[in-house]
Structures are given as structure tokens and as C-alpha cells.
């Protein structure tokens, strides 16, 4: 019988596969299936039948395999936040390293090229400096509850993180181990006080309702604790009446921001936002600088694996008292900055107003006179009047989006020719893709994958460019 959707499978799963699915193969058909690992034997069920693969959910596992251990947290299996908890975090390196190399060699075709073994993290739990809480009118519902023969309601005020795929559920987490245990703290207290003061949720389907997204930002080696709390109003005296609760109950808070995002727009950025208590930012630090932190401007979300980053990012970098750095992407400005003291000149370049906002501002607390900010589109602001003013790249650090770089982008590298380019990545099949074409002009040297996040199947890849003589 040929392979349908809503058909029960056995199979044996034999591989991890990209975005955390374990696959395995049924009559030489590709199925992937979230929430396995390999050596596992399970029953699933067809959720979807291409030609040339499938895509199953898991509803039992029949023999667990030896990779599979038992998650630290009772949502691991039905959560978005984390894909290989059940997974040892020794195998999750090693599978993590695997997707790379097969990234490079498959997508980047440098099948010559080895990647090298992967940097750990030293804590893989509780290493989040910023989770994002996500508020809804819906519940996800377990499948036990699913398959209860008596009605269960789903309709509530809940708070958690969205289940895979689905925007309109949200699971309602009673735990989590990916921040500070504090931050699942406040986000508790933060549901039973809206509940308690028939607060409503926001239904993104109808556009109606108050609350829209929870946010906290917890410094690694300061003390700083921000809430960020996102609604769909503007209501000054709701926001000081829960901003008093909330620091009544954790004075470790330092700082309370109130986005108002009044559009239909998912975003958890605010169209304006409001310092309702503290300084509005909070305090980090990487390496020997400190880091102004504002609630909407983007930092690398684990400090110490960042540290290790940028230390990889440094030494592929191999800079002279002399040189002329361009960071692409640049954010906040911490590698900006990071970079700074081995350079003559370092020029960041950033889409982001707040971002550019927050480097400026963090070039200033870190009394640093060689850097120069510029606000813009990569492929419109990147052009041969910004080299000439600045200067030429001696050498050229490119940190993009998960989508990589845009192709005018990546043509500009090739005519530029700059001695010397570290790719930063999040992504590393967008990575592979985009040094295929830039290894027409340079010779890719290195790759060297660093995990900053632990319990799920994203990793952080750097790369190092030379130019071909």
C-alpha cells in the first residue's frame, strides 16, 4: 500500500536530520519525524506526503535508541523551544557538527574542506540571557488531553511559547530551563496577576484584547533584570499598577519597559515603547567592555558563548595595528567594539536605528574613538563611496541574518577583494550557499562551529576567507 497522509508507520529512525527531525526511510521514502532521535523505533503518524519525502508525527516510541535520554522539562516533547532535549548534549554536538559539514559540503561544495570539532557550552541549561513570552487566548492541549472522551476547554490566558507551527496556540508552560529560573518566576506571577485582574489576552485572529508578549532580559555578569511587557493598548495606569506588583514581588528588577504595538503586526517590537521604572536599558558585558542593553536592540543571547565567539571571530580576523575593519550587520556594535583594540579603524554597518542608537552609545560608555557607525540596507549603504570615505577593508567581518547575505551583497565582496573575510552565521546552509560563490574569488580556510544554544539544533558557524592569489 503506498505511503498516505493520516497512515500509522512503525519505523526506525537513522539519523538526525536538519531543524532537529530524526529521519528514517520507508520503501526508500525519506520521513521525518520531530521529537526522535536515532536508534529509536516508533509509531507515527503521516501529517504530510510529498513525492519525494514525508513528514510523520510521533505517537509512541516502541525501543528507545541510544541517544534518547528523558528531558529535563515535562514540555520538552510538545514545545518550540527546545527541539533535542531529549537528546544527550554529547550527541547533540555531534549531530550539530554533522549538519555542518554537510552543509559545507553539500550546499558549498568544499567537499575538501573539514570542519572543525565543534566549541561546547559550558552550561547547557539556563543560558539564555532573553527569553520571549509569548500570550495568547488559547491553550496548546497535551494528547492526552486530545484524546480524553470528555471536553476540554482551551480557552484561557496563557503564557509560554508557541507550539511548533502553530501561531494561534500557545503552550502554557508551567517550567522552563532555558533562563534564569527567576524569569519563569516573574512570568508566572505576571499570568496569575492578569487573570486575577481580568487582563485580556490578545486574539490575534479577531485584533482585540490587552496583553501581547512578555519579555525578560537578565545580564550575565551584572545584576541588571529588565520586564518588557508588549500590549496591544496604551493603558499608563494598568502598566504602573502591574509594574508596582512586579516590584513589590522581585525588587532584583531594575528596569520596566511597556511596548505598545497597536497594529496587526506579530511583532513583539513596540510602535513606541514607555520607560515606566529604571533606566530604560540593562547593563552587560563581553569580554572587557560593557554593553548598554535597550528592550527592542538585538545581543548575542548566551554572553559567555559569545565571548567564545568572538574569540574565534578575532583570531581568524588576524589583525594588524593598521588595519581598516568593516563589521557588516553590526547590531548593538559589540563585535564592533570586541574588535576594536587590535584595529586602527573599525566601521560597523547596521540596519537598525536602535541598534545604530545603542552602538553609538556603547562605543561612548566604552570611551572607544576608532569606530564609526553607519545606519542602512547592506546592499545599498555597502558601496564604493563608504570605501572611499573610510577607507579599504584590510579585512571584512560579515555577521547576516538567517537568510544570508543578499546576492548584490556578496557581488560587492567579489569586486572589492578584500585580503580577508570571517563569515559570522546563524545558518549554516545559507552560510554554504553563499561561499560557494565567494570561493570563485577566495580561498574558504576554515570553519569552525560554535554552540550557543544547547538543547536546540541551531549553530552558530564561522568561517575564514582568504583572498586567492
Not at 537513522?14 to 529521519?23: E, M, P, Q, T
Not at 488531553?145 to 482551551?154: A, L
Not at 569606530?371 to 571584512?396: H, Q, R, W, Y
Amino acid at each position: 500500500m503506498a505511503l498516505k497522509k493520516g497512515n500509522d508507520i512503525k519505523l526506525k529512525i537513522d539519523d538526525a536530520a536538519y531543524k532537529g527531525k530524526g529521519i528514517g526511510k520507508i520503501d526508500g521514502l525519506a520521513v521525518f519525524v520531530p521529537n526522535t532521535a536515532p536508534g529509536d523505533r516508533i509509531k507515527a503518524r503521516v501529517m504530510k506526503k510529498k513525492k519525494n519525502y514525508a513528514e510523520a508525527k510521533l505517537l509512541e516510541v516502541l525501543e528507545e535508541g541510544p541517544y534518547r535520554i528523558d528531558p529535563k522539562c515535562q514540555h520538552a516533547k510538545n514545545c518550540g523551544g527546545c527541539s533535542w532535549q531529549h537528546v544527550s548534549y554529547k550527541h547533540q554536538k555531534e549531530f550539530k557538527q554533522d549538519q555542518v559539514r554537510d552543509h559545507i559540503h553539500r550546499i558549498g561544495g568544499l567537499t575538501d574542506l573539514e570542519v572543525s570539532p565543534i566549541i561546547s557550552c559550558d552550561n547547557p541549561f539556563y543560558y539564555r540571557n532573553k527569553m520571549e513570552y509569548s500570550i495568547g487566548h488559547k491553550r496548546w492541549l497535551s494528547q492526552e488531553e486530545v484524546n480524553r472522551d470528555e471536553y476540554v476547554d482551551d480557552r484561557c490566558f496563557a503564557v509560554g511559547l508557541h507550539a511548533p507551527g502553530r501561531f494561534d496556540k500557545i503552550l502554557n508552560i508551567r517550567e522552563c530551563h532555558l533562563q534564569d529560573p527567576i524569569s519563569y518566576k516573574i512570568m508566572d506571577f505576571f499570568r496569575q496577576w492578569c487573570i486575577k485582574n481580568d487582563i485580556a489576552p490578545f486574539n490575534r485572529i479577531e485584533n482585540k484584547g490587552f496583553m501581547r508578549n512578555l519579555i525578560i532580559r537578565k545580564a550575565f555578569y551584572t545584576d541588571d533584570l529588565m520586564v518588557n511587557v508588549v500590549t496591544y493598548q496604551d493603558d499608563q495606569g494598568l502598566i504602573e499598577a502591574l509594574a508596582k506588583a512586579l516590584r513589590e514581588e522581585f525588587p532584583e528588577i531594575t528596569t520596566i519597559i511597556n511596548n505598545v504595538n497597536d497594529t496587526k503586526s506579530p511583532t513583539s517590537e513596540g510602535r513606541y515603547e514607555k520607560v515606566i521604572y529604571g533606566p530604560g536599558y540593562i547593563t552587560d558585558k563581553i569580554g572587557d567592555y560593557h554593553f548598554n542593553i535597550d528592550a527592542n536592540a538585538f545581543f548575542q543571547t548566551n554572553t559567555p558563548q559569545a565571548e567564545q565567539l568572538y574569540e574565534v571571530v578575532k583570531q581568524f580576523a588576524d589583525i594588524e595595528a593598521d588595519n581598516i575593519i568593516y563589521d557588516l550587520y553590526c547590531g548593538v556594535g559589540t563585535l564592533t567594539i570586541y574588535l576594536s583594540d587590535k584595529a586602527q579603524k573599525v566601521v560597523g554597518i547596521e540596519l537598525e536605528e536602535v541598534a545604530i542608537k545603542n552602538a553609538r552609545r556603547n562605543a561612548e560608555v566604552n570611551n572607544i574613538a576608532n569606530v564609526s557607525f553607519i545606519k542602512g540596507d547592506m546592499k545599498d549603504v555597502f558601496t564604493e563611496a563608504v570605501t572611499n570615505k573610510f577607507g579599504a577593508p584590510d579585512c571584512l567581518i560579515t555577521d547576516p541574518p538567517r537568510a544570508g547575505m543578499h546576492p548584490d551583497v556578496v557581488d560587492r565582496l567579489k569586486e572589492l577583494k578584500v585580503p580577508r573575510i570571517v563569515y559570522v552565521s546563524c545558518n549554516s546552509s545559507t552560510m554554504a550557499r553563499d561561499l560557494q560563490k565567494l570561493n570563485e574569488v577566495y580561498e574558504i580556510q576554515e570553519v569552525q562551529p560554535v554552540d550557543m544554544f544547547p538543547q536546540t539544533y541551531h549553530i552558530e558557524t564561522v568561517a575564514k576567507l582568504a583572498l586567492r592569489k
